[in-house]
C-alpha cells in the first residue's frame, strides 16, 4: 500500500483497458464524451481514472439508458457507462476475470475468452443426436434482475481485491439516466452494456445454474450461453421433471423463466418417429429442426436433426443489405459496393455460413438482386431491363469472382 494511495494499481493496467475499450468501440455515456474525445486528451483523461481508482475517491456516472430492437421485436434497453466508466470497469475485469474464469465449468459458453457461440452450436448439434428431447429455457430479463445480495456472495468467494469489491459494488448501484435526464434509482441488476457485467452474469448463473445442474441432475449434459439455455433429456418426463425443477431454482435466485422462450422439443428425425407439437427450436441464430440432408457416403438422403440460419437472422440480414440501400447509390461503383459491403458479407458468412452453408442462399440472391437494381439505376441502357442487368451482374461475376466474398466461396445464388 503506497503512503499516498490506499490501492495499488499498476498505470498500464489502465493504458492496457483503454485499449480493449477502443477495440471495442461504442458510443457516449451520459458526459457525451466519445470514444475520440477521451483520446484527444489520452493521457489527463487516463491519469484521472488512475489516480482516482487509487485514491477510493472514483466514483462512477449514472449510466446512459439506450434502447435497441430485438430481432423477435420490442425493445431491449442497454446501459451505456461513459468511456472513463468503460475504462474503469475494463481494470477490475482484467484484474477479477482470470481468477472467475478458472471456475467456469466446461459447458458454459457466453461471453468467455476462449469460446464463442458457434462452438456452443456445435456441441448441441451432436447432442441432440444423442438425446431426444431438449428443454429449451431462456432467463427473463437476466441482466435487469440479478440479485446484489447474492452476487456479492459469490464475488467475495472469489474475488480478492478490496478496491476492485469497492468499484463493482458502486457500479451496481448506480442509477440509470432515461432519455428525458430522469434518473432511475438501481437496486438489483447489472447493466446490460457494461464492460464487467458479462463477468458477474456468468458468476451469478455459474451458482444459479451451472454447479446446481451438475450436482441435481448430473447424468443430463447441459449448454448455457449467457441466459439462453439447453438441457438434454432422454424421456419427455424427465425433461418436465428437469422444467419444473429449474423453475423452482431461478425462483430460489429471485429469477424468472421466460414462459413464451421456455419449451420442451422433440429432436425428431428419421428413426424418431413419435408426434409433438414442438420439433424445433432457436439458439443462437440457429434454428435446430428435422432436415433431409444428403449422406456422401452412400449417395443417399435422410431426415436429420440439425442446425441452420434462423429465418428470423436471415430476415435480419435482409434488412441490413436494405439499410444500406446500395441499390440507389448509383455513384458507387461496384468495387466500391464490394469494400463497403464484403465486411458485413464474410461475417455473416463465417458465423451462419458454417453450419449448413447452402441455407444462406436467400440472404446471398436478395444481395445479388440488389446489385441487380443498382446496375439499373446506373447505367441507362438497363433502366427498366431487369433480364439484361441481371445477365450483367452474372457477367461481373464470371470476370471477377473475387470481387465478393460469396462470389469467391462459389455461392452465388441466383441473378435473376
Known sequence: MSATKPFVIDKWLV??????????????????????????????NLYKVWNRMSSGSYFPDPVKAVAIPKKNGGERILGVPTVADRVAQMVVKQVIEPGIESIFLPDSYGYRPGKSALDAVGVTRERCWKYDWVLEFDIKGLFDNIDHDLLQRALQKHVKSDWAMLYIDRWLKAPMQLKDGTRVERTRGTPQGGVVSPVLANLFLHYTFDVWMARTFPQLPWCRYADDGLVHCRTEQEAQAVKAALQA???????????????????????????????????????????????????????????????????SMRQRTREARFGTRTYLSV??????????????????????????????????????????????????????????????????????????????????
Not at 485499449?19 to 484527444?40: M, T, Y
Not at 429432436?267 to 424445433?280: A, E, I, L
Not at 428435422?290 to 435422410?302: A, D, E, G, Y
Not at 441481371?390 to 457477367?395: P, S, T, Y
Request: charged residues 25%; contains cysteine; positive net charge.
Open 249 to 315: 431454482r431461478l425462483a430460489e435466485c429471485h429469477l424468472e423463466m421466460h414462459p413464451d422462450k421456455t419449451k420442451i422439443v422433440y429432436c425428431k428425425d428419421g428413426s424418431r418417429k413419435g408426434k409433438y407439437p414442438n420439433t424445433k427450436f432457436d439458439f443462437l441464430g440457429y434454428t435446430f429442426r428435422p432436415r433431409v440432408v444428403k449422406n456422401r457416403k452412400r449417395n443417399s438422403l435422410f431426415v436429420n436433426f440439425t442446425p441452420a440460419v434462423s429465418a428470423v437472422a436471415l430476415k
Open 15 to 44: 493504458y492496457d483497458a483503454f485499449k480493449a475499450v477502443k477495440a471495442n468501440a461504442g458510443s457516449a455515456g451520459v458526459d457525451r464524451q466519445s470514444l475520440e474525445d477521451f483520446e484527444a486528451d489520452l493521457k489527463g
Open 335 to 416: 468495387a466500391d459496393i464490394a469494400r463497403l459491403h464484403n465486411p458485413v458479407l464474410r461475417g455473416w458468412l463465417s458465423y451462419y455460413g458454417r453450419v449448413s452453408p447452402s441455407a444462406m442462399y436467400p440472404v446471398l440472391r436478395h444481395f445479388n438482386r440488389t446489385l441487380i437494381a443498382w446496375a439499373m439505376r446506373k447505367y441507362k441502357r438497363l433502366k427498366g431491363q431487369r433480364t439484361r442487368a441481371a445477365r450483367f451482374v452474372e457477367g461481373i461475376a464470371k470476370r471477377q469472382p473475387q470481387l465478393f466474398v460469396h462470389w469467391q466461396r462459389g455461392m452465388k445464388g441466383a441473378f435473376a
